[in-house]
T-cell receptor, first 114, second 115 residues
């Protein structure tokens, strides 16, 4: 079965640079979530989109922005990168038609800021 | 506010023995609870969920979880552990309200199964 696809798998950036992470949800899933997982920590919710509109917002820094496109893929844009942004970034998708449907996660993008 | 707690950072068990990974929850209203497993450098994989109905929920890879309302617990169990079960396990609760199924995760429990 198709899963959530994230690209790139690994990304190395320097401080103050920008980064763009991409997420392709499972087909027919209309909701995308972004999570950040620091080393040894639990995933922290950043932001979500439903039908291309922002549906919820968590602990996402102002330096970050995201959007969901007409084909339902999503991009997380990160600017003025800081060392503390180094983390594993997960995208997950679900279908809102199944109100309590589980989130399906991609394998993540590991961002290293040097 | 909804939250889940995983009191054990690590659980060690011998292969073939039963395993339990503990989770307690704090919610207002009906709890919607989930278990996920994370292997090194991988995403979180859905194991099972409790929404309503039977207190014993069966999931993937032989795992099950028991919902206990009086103890506000949702412990993950497996009758016979495998070395390949060694991973990081997260309990999660669905956040209240909103238009999404956003999850709030516990801090995770590392399960180590010794051969």
């Amino acid at each position: 079965a198709a899963g959530v696809i994230q690209s790139p798998r690994h990304l190395i950036k320097e401080k103050r640079e920008t980064a763009t992470l991409k997420c392709y949800p499972i087909p027919r899933h209309d909701t995308v979530y972004w999570y950040q997982q620091g080393p040894g920590q639990d995933p922290q919710f950043l932001i979500s989109f439903y039908e291309k509109m922002q549906s919820d917002k968590g602990s996402i820094p102002d330096r970050f922005s995201a959007q969901q496109f007409s084909d339902y893929h999503s991009e997380l844009n990160m600017s003025s990168l800081e060392l503390g942004d180094s983390a594993l970034y997960f995208c997950a998708s679900s279908s809102q038609q199944g109100r309590f449907s589980p989130l399906h996660f991609g394998n993540g993008t590991r961002l290293t800021v040097t | 506010a909804q939250s889940v707690a995983q009191p054990e950072d690590q659980v060690n068990v011998a292969e073939g023995n039963p395993l339990t990974v503990k989770c307690t929850y704090s919610v207002s209203g009906n709890p919607y609870l989930f278990w996920y497993v994370q292997y090194p450098n991988r995403g979180l994989q859905f194991l099972l969920k409790y929404i309503t109905g039977d207190n014993l929920v069966k999931g993937s890879y032989g795992f099950e979880a028991e919902f206990n309302k009086s103890q506000t617990s949702f412990h993950l169990k497996k009758p016979s552990a495998l070395v390949s079960d060694s991973a990081l396990y997260f309990c999660a609760v669905r956040a209240p309200g909103g238009a999404t199924n956003k999850l709030i995760f516990g801090t995770g429990t590392l399960l180590a199964v010794q051969p």
